[in-house]
């Protein structure tokens, strides 16, 4: 963060109302590394850290880094089994943990020890007092994050992602966005720190930059709106479900966001009627903010694909950051022309290491195509003639039937035109091996609004894509930072039927 001439009096980090300037920051990162290493963290170790939005997360990021060490970000609400899943892979020296998962974790720790950060005061308990540290100076191929993902394929792996890529991102988002980021900037870091998207953007990228990091522990309306409008936040990242609950509330208006000038949209494909509703609600307010979809995963440290200000195109997710590129291939990873359909690939900087201890599944993910390393994302997508990526869904979620390629997202887009379909996700199941489609919708409705759907997309689409059935349910079930958890439900209504 020095090399970005932070001035030292200047806000840093933000939560519950203690704030860290940039000098205490510091300071405390030094203080911390200090007694990481008399507890004997060293170059290489691990150290998990299993805590929500708090400072202590910011400054144990930093302290590992200081150390050479890496940080291993963990979500603080796992299960007791998926907790020692990933302490297994990653062998950590030391676990951070707090005190809203203490109890359920401290016993699957092996032999790591245990630093107590609580949620709801600043502190370091179990931390032992060091008075200086090794200062590592690294070459950029060290790893510094390890964040949990179900990778490209879907099962659960540890990314490695080193100083070299986490740093290319800022760099490459920094020659996207241009150099408008500074002290002036607040960003509302509500998106988790164990995911890439609230790490490597919401909390690393901005105090790159210089920016305030008001930091929040989980997304609650109307705590929201009410910090946005007391620490008038410019900046924030979200995913369309939070952007959906924000425009429902009343007092998300007026006064309360005028202050708003960026929001970066991740996680899912952002309709047209969402952009508008949005920046009506800002013109209204008497401000400016956009919204501006993007694309990433973890593999590429996040963000790779970015909507610039005001240039939304419906359907597309942006263009290629920086010296990020991209190629659209087949099943035999040849090139694709313009506009069809196939698997991303992408090359640059801020490709992860790989999988850690998986070796066979890192060659897998990254092949290497005329001399260039890219990594496969597993999601099906085109490019236009602008090089603007526009998002189909995930390759596994391909449907074949009678030899044709059935996307779901197009025969959810479709249903989805209909007034009174919220949500929708197509799912392929089987009746005596045979491939249908069923089509499931969030929110009851009649017999006749379901054969409405159905004959919607029958004209609306190929007979392929046409559901068999329509299944309602009250409520999808949602991931950790609000996406539709697809594999509950195709574990629960999907091919086995």
């Known amino acids: 963060m020095r090399d970005f001439h ?6 840093a980090v933000k939560c519950r109302g203690r704030e860290m300037r940039f000098a205490e920051l510091f300071a405390e990162i030094d203080r911390v590394a200090a007694g990481l290493y008399a507890m004997g963290v060293r170059k290489g170790d691990a150290v998990m850290i299993a805590l929500p939005n708090i400072i202590q997360n910011t400054v144990a990021v930093y302290a590992c880094s200081r150390l050479g060490a890496v940080a291993a970000m963990i979500h603080p609400l796992y299960s007791p089994d998926e907790f020692e899943g990933a302490a297994r892979r990653i062998s950590p020296k030391i676990v951070l943990l707090s005190d809203i998962n203490l109890k359920k974790f401290s016993s699957r720790i092996g032999d790591a020890k245990i630093v107590l950060c609580p949620y709801l005061a600043y502190g370091f308990l179990g931390l032992k007092r060091g008075k200086t540290f090794e200062k590592f100076e690294g070459d950029g191929e060290e790893d510094m994050f390890y964040m949990q993902s179900g990778g490209t394929s879907g099962s659960p792996k540890t990314i490695a992602l080193s100083s070299r890529a986490v740093n290319a991102m800022v760099r490459n988002l920094i020659l996207h966005l241009g150099d408008r980021f500074n002290e002036n900037n607040r960003m509302l870091a509500v998106m988790p720190m164990f995911h ?3 790490l490597c953007i919401g909390m690393h990228a901005s105090l790159c930059l210089n920016m305030e990091c008001v930091l929040m522990a989980r997304f609650d309306v109307k705590k929201c709106a009410k910090i946005i409008k007391k620490e008038r936040i410019t900046t924030m990242l979200a995913v369309p479900r939070m952007i959906n609950k924000l425009l429902a509330y009343d007092k998300f208006n007026g006064d309360a966001v005028a202050s708003l000038q ?3 949209v991740g996680g899912d494909t952002v309709p047209n009627e969402l952009v508008s509703a949005f920046e009506q609600r800002m013109r209204s307010s008497g401000g400016d903010a956009k919204l501006s979809p993007g694309y990433g995963l973890t593999e590429t440290v996040t963000v790779c694909a970015l909507t610039k200000r005001g240039e939304f195109v419906e359907g597309s997710l942006g263009l290629p950051i920086g010296d990020t590129k991209v190629m659209i291939v087949d099943d035999d990873l040849r090139p694709l022309p313009v506009g069809e359909r196939g698997e991303l690939l992408l090359a640059g900087d801020q ?3 790989g999988y850690l201890g998986d070796p066979e599944a890192t060659a897998e ?3 290497v195509i005329d001399g260039v390393t890219w990594v496969k994302t597993g999601d099906i997508f085109s490019v236009d003639v602008q090089g603007r990526l526009f998002f189909f869904g995930r390759k596994k979620r391909l449907i074949k039937i009678s030899g044709m390629n059935v996307f779901p997202s197009d025969i959810e887009g479709a249903a989805c035109e209909l007034d ?3 949500n929708a996700v197509a799912l392929e199941y089987a009746i005596e091996g045979k491939p249908f489609i069923r089509l499931l919708v969030e929110g009851q409705l009649s017999e006749q609004q379901r054969r409405q759907i159905i004959e919607h997309i029958s004209r609306r689409l190929s007979k392929w894509n046409t559901p068999r059935e329509v299944v309602c349910l009250d409520a999808f079930p949602r991931t950790s930072i609000g996406k539709i958890d697809l594999k509950s439900l195709e ?6 039927g």
């Open 6 to 11: 932070a001035k030292d009096n200047q806000p």
């Open 196 to 198: 890439g998207f609230g």
């Open 262 to 264: 960026d929001v970066y």
């Open 351 to 353: 490709l992860m290491s």
């Open 365 to 367: 993910a990254m092949p």
């Open 420 to 422: 009174f379909v919220k």
């Open 491 to 496: 574990k629960e209504y999907g091919k086995q």
